[in-house]
């Protein structure tokens, strides 16, 4: 790990009560909880290799970094963001999250998946349990933005009860906006 993704040794009182304030959500098979800095290590590829090809990426690494970065400090400005999506045994498998970022006219649940947790339906598990955090919050003002070849996360918002929006606004008309009715599927 290089010097710059290692939290600082006086910092963790901080970084304890900031894990302590936001919420941990356990399914069957999994745990969402506030992202660590060493998740980096597992998560860097969703941004770097071709996995991020549907929201932008390929990116660099300092992009990357810049990236992940915004989506954790969403806890500190929004009192929402992202949670790192591990088995019960603490293995990093991707992030999920409730985020409003730059430019995008409505929140969003979202879900990126490491290569290796592809086809495990953990981006589908993840999202269902974050679900009631995003109506306490939102009540039915959220969408998953999500690239029309993206048929995969389509797949995943179209069992969570999305129904098909508009098209993101700043983006190509290939990003549409998956908006989720006020109650939710029955398996929620």
């Known amino acids: 790990m290089t010097e710059w993704t290692k939290a600082p040794e006086n910092g963790a009182n901080q970084i304890a009560a900031l894990h302590a304030a936001v919420p941990v959500i356990e399914t069957e098979r999994l745990v969402l909880r506030l992202p660590r800095i060493s998740d980096w290590a597992v998560l860097e590829p969703i941004w770097t290799s071709d996995r991020s090809v549907h929201f932008g990426g390929p990116f660099t690494p300092e992009d990357a970094w810049l990236d992940f970065n915004q989506l954790v400090a969403g806890w500190v400005l929004r009192g929402h963001g992202a949670l ?12 999920v999250l409730l985020g409003h ?52 996360s389509i797949r995943i918002a179209d069992r969570l009860g999305a129904v098909k929006d ?23």
């Open 84 to 95: 790192t999506i591990t088995t019960r045994d603490e293995i990093v498998q991707g992030m």
């Open 166 to 188: 508009t098209p993101h606004p700043r983006h190509t008309a290939d990003i549409v906006a998956f908006r989720y009715p006020e109650k939710g599927d029955s398996n929620e």
């Open 101 to 152: 970022e730059f430019g995008d006219p409505d929140p969003e649940l979202g879900w990126l998946l490491t290569q290796e947790a592809e086809g495990n339906g953990y981006a589908s598990e993840a999202a269902r349990a974050l679900l009631p955090l995003c109506r306490r919050i939102y009540g039915a003002d959220f969408v998953s933005y999500i690239a029309e070849a993206n048929t995969a």
